[in-house]
């Protein structure tokens, strides 16, 4: 099939609905609106449903009912919108609910801007709604793999009964780039027989429910979701790694910030200088086991963000204190340009020298 | 490497993103890595436009074109004031000199002066001044081929605005041949 | 010996944990009589709220989804969206529905949803312990209001079936009382017409019925239904406020 020019946010929504994907609830935000406008027109006519919900809350909470039903179902946002949907994601967690959820992050606290941002790290990966759950949480970095990866996330949600996050950014959401359609949907997904479509007199009644008013009967039930979040960290993890052998620093960056970083490398590798790369694909799981694969000529370890730092807590986390760490960054909507990032680690190198 | 990497930009309306995305369209037609980032945001609606475009034979990193320009092309004043800067020595300016009194600050870089609005009017529509430019754009970088970029216009017409193809074209055409001019004599 | 009463197959044969004198019960079961007696019960997809009735899900004798706090009829309009054809419903009290889910409820009929919702009004917060509702008369003491509402302070009490009636995409809204057989009698039709025009596809029903709630009221049972009449139908009068079917007669 011949690649076609698609913009990020339009990518997604021809890829969910590839996915197979037919219900689609959503509410305008910058720098995702390209996504509903897109469900709104193509949706329909694959004989699926596009719907605008009054809110972001209402959105989430269609999606929930949605796929309490069995159907592929999907909503987007950008960050203050997936604020307001954190109710719903934690509900839908609890209840076991399989759905996609893509953020196209903007700059916060509040209002914050219109302009790409990474610093909703936290609220993806720590859960901005209550309790014990989990979310898979795919960051893709190029348009492409915006496409491929929101079929796996679809997948994914279906194999564990859980809601897939998928993050770009403005960046992603309204660049264009060539795409392929070529992903295929998973093989051997279990049916959905636990969904809520009438019993049509043939069994008893299923109950899409995250509600158990009894202590012990809600620790079994956490038990079991953290046994799956176990399972999800052992065989979900995803990352790229470039130029690890004999890196003496290497920098560690998801998303587009992951791309300009890689830009700067180049730079500074075509100088003499040894550095690597290291893209988280998964901020949850975090990719702990890329991190084994850190050579030990690598000393120093460069978290570049489009925030103040958060996936540098991840980073210490999984680093134990063996090499040291270093952050830059910008945010509010700023793109660290490849510059910063080569004077950051010039700085580091040059330093420890 | 071979890589050309551009901004665009200009007043909202003066269709700088569709100029973006049809020599973006253009590269990929002809096999290139390509990308293309608008600016967006409440400067859309009416206020000033930009985008960076990129076309190379090597995998594209970072999508940005800040300060590594090796073109641009430039529709009006405040784009000028805020993105000469971003050319690498050596890079081409073109400048829609219609709009635009003022001349370039630097002399490391290669400019062209393009009256795109004017000749657009001779055309009979002013809303072709961005194919005017596109067309000396490709005069003077060679980024893609001219017929790549009318095959890309024309997938964007589609059939029910194929007429406007020849008056995209003659504009085109003129462009090139006002940048031939300045190329010949500078 | 001649069978004159038995429980509708529309509820599981479980006791509920309703406290006495509690009229949900009677809600309950007219919802689901109507369910059977609709023939409806295979198909249907009923929404549970947060509040006293959270654990409908577990009385009602059909698929049910439990949903957050006032979203049902978000909920029933993702359900409805996907399966068309089933029969969908939620049951919902005032905090849900009327304080915290009032976006949900006026966008669901305002898009002319075609499900049916029963609210159920008993003018205070039951499941957290009597705390002011947003259907709290004035002067009525509550935990969080104990010298009584004042209106210039807490606001004036909603009154939903009015508000909801004046909506180009709402089908039916009626409201009814359970304070009496003559009144449940009504209140059972009102929610069977609502289900009806539900599966004539006419889009949003709505019936509020007003409900009693001794415990937090601190009344006991049959004061509580006197008290029901007195109080509450004065500010909440009983009928019809909306058919689109008879509009739709009246103008042909």
Redesign the interface.
Known sequence: MAKILMKGNEAVGEAAIRAGCRFFFGYPITPQSELPEYMSLHLPKVGGVYLQAESEIAAINMVYGAAGCGARVMTGSSSPGIALKQEGISYMAGAELPCVIVNMMRGGPGLGSIQPAQSDYFQSTRGGGDGDYRLLVYAPASVQEMVDYVQIAFDKADKYRNPVLVVGDGVIGQMMEPVEFVSKPAENLPEKDWATTGTGGKREPNIINSLYLDAEKLERHNIHLSKKYSYMQENEQRWEATGLEGAELVIVAYGTTARIARSAMDNLNKKGWKIGLLRPITLWPFPEKGFQLLDETTKHLLVVEMSMGQMIDDVRIVNEGKRKIHFTGRSGGVIPSTSLIEEKILEILERSE | MNSERTILAGFGGQGVMLMG?LL??AG?FEGKE?????S???EMRGGTANCGVIIQTEP?????V???ATSEIIMNLPSLLKFEKDLIPGGKLLINSSLIERKASRSDIEVYYIPSSDIANELGNTRVSNMVMLGAFIEVTGAVDSENVFHALEERLGEEKAHLMEINRDAFERGMECARKQRTNG | MAVVFERTKGLRPVSTHYCPGCTHGIIHRLTAEALEELGVLDRAIGVAPVGCSVLAYNYFNCDMQEAAHGRAPAVATGIKRVLPDKFVFTYQGDGDLASIGTAEVVHAAHRGENISIVFVNNAIYGMTGGQMAPTTLAGQRTTTSPLGRDPLHAGYPIRIAEMLAMIPGAAFIERVSVDSPANVRKAKKAIKRAFEIQLEGKGFSLVEVLSTCPTNWGIEPPLALKWLRENMIPYYPLGNFRDKTKEEATDE
């Open positions: 995305q973006t369209q990929m390509v990308s293309f980032l608008p967006y945001g409440p594209i990193s970072s999508p940005v800040e300060g590594n």
